[in-house]
């Protein structure tokens, strides 16, 4: 899809439908994840795929919404903040590289035909039992990853005047 029309058309999906998401399509959204540029090209972060089927009960507990779990993949985004690319003044970049790499996964993802939807709003400890994360890993994002059952809505933005500045604030 042209470039344009992809970031205008890819929208947060909250309604699935549980057809499976072939092999190479999820290849080829890793690799695009993968791809994404991170600070001092560290890469400190982990993508852990998650089959949805049989563990509907156990994701509940990171995220309750039923639509989190009915298509076949949920995807985990962590970082490695140990790991990151650390600025003079202290400010750690590793959920700075996980926000790009999500933002190259749910494109795409949204490129394929398939849809996403940004969960912050997590129980990480759940989140920590349930992938056994080690205490150097921590959950930044999660999304599910399926077939949209749903249609895009109008999206409602800030008039571009509103939001950016020119040579200073």
């Excluded at 709003?121 to 205490?135: G, I, K, M, Q, S």
Aim: charged share 30%; proline share 7%; hydrophobic share 45%.
């Amino acid at each position: 899809m042209e470039f344009d029309r992809l970031i205008r058309e890819r929208h947060s999906v909250r309604s699935y439908l549980p057809n499976p998401v072939e092999e190479e399509k999820l290849r080829k959204i890793l690799e695009a994840a993968v791809l994404a540029p991170t600070a001092a090209n560290r890469q400190a972060f982990r993508l852990i795929v998650i089959a949805t089927a049989g563990r509907e009960d156990e994701l509940k507990r990171i995220y309750p919404k039923a639509w989190f779990t009915r298509p076949p993949y949920v995807i985990c985004a962590c970082s490695l903040p140990a790991e990151a690319w650390t600025r003079k003044d202290g400010k750690n970049y590793s959920d700075v590289d996980v926000a790009i790499v999500m933002d190259h996964l749910i494109l795409a993802a949204a490129d394929r035909g398939l849809g996403t939807c940004w969960v912050g709003a997590f129980d990480a400890e759940a989140a920590r039992e349930v992938l056994n994360l080690p205490d150097n890993v921590e959950p930044v994002a999660f999304t599910p990853l399926g077939y949209p059952a749903d249609e895009p809505v109008a999206k409602k933005r800030k008039n571009l005047d509103e939001l950016v500045k020119s040579e200073t604030w």
